[in-house]
């Protein structure tokens, strides 16, 4: 059985939060492994919310939980694009670079 699946089925049966911390006493991980980095997802990515008390598979959080993650994770997201957007005005313009289209376009212009 994968570490992952281990971990879902730890989640699972204990049926309420589940501090990070106990996940990587018992499975020997990381704290970092819990959770999505560099564009990989985390060992709990697939079947578990993450909060201030730790981690909770999704088929036992309430209602509010699930929202209050959800909330928290897209309010992050667009931060994140608000971010990107920001620091993408501040940049210096930069040249752009002459496409295979338009150096055709420029030939049938000055044929």
């Given at each position: 059985m994968s570490i992952s699946s281990q971990v879902d089925a730890f989640l699972l049966s204990r049926q309420g939060w589940v501090s990070a911390s106990v996940l990587c006493e018992k499975f020997y991980l990381h704290p970092r492994e819990l959770r999505a980095s560099e564009g990989k997802p985390g060992i709990c990515s697939?079947?578990?919310?993450?909060?201030?008390?730790?981690?909770?598979?999704?088929?036992?959080?309430?209602?509010?939980?699930?929202?209050?993650?959800?909330e928290r994770l897209t309010a992050h997201g667009l931060a994140e694009i608000d971010r990107v957007t920001t620091l993408q005005s501040k940049r210096p313009q930069q040249p752009t670079q002459p496409t295979h289209e338009d150096y055709q376009q420029s030939l049938l212009f000055n044929a």
């Open positions: 697939n079947f578990a919310i993450s909060g201030n008390a730790g981690f909770r598979h999704i088929n036992c959080c309430t209602d509010a939980e699930w929202e209050a993650f959800r």
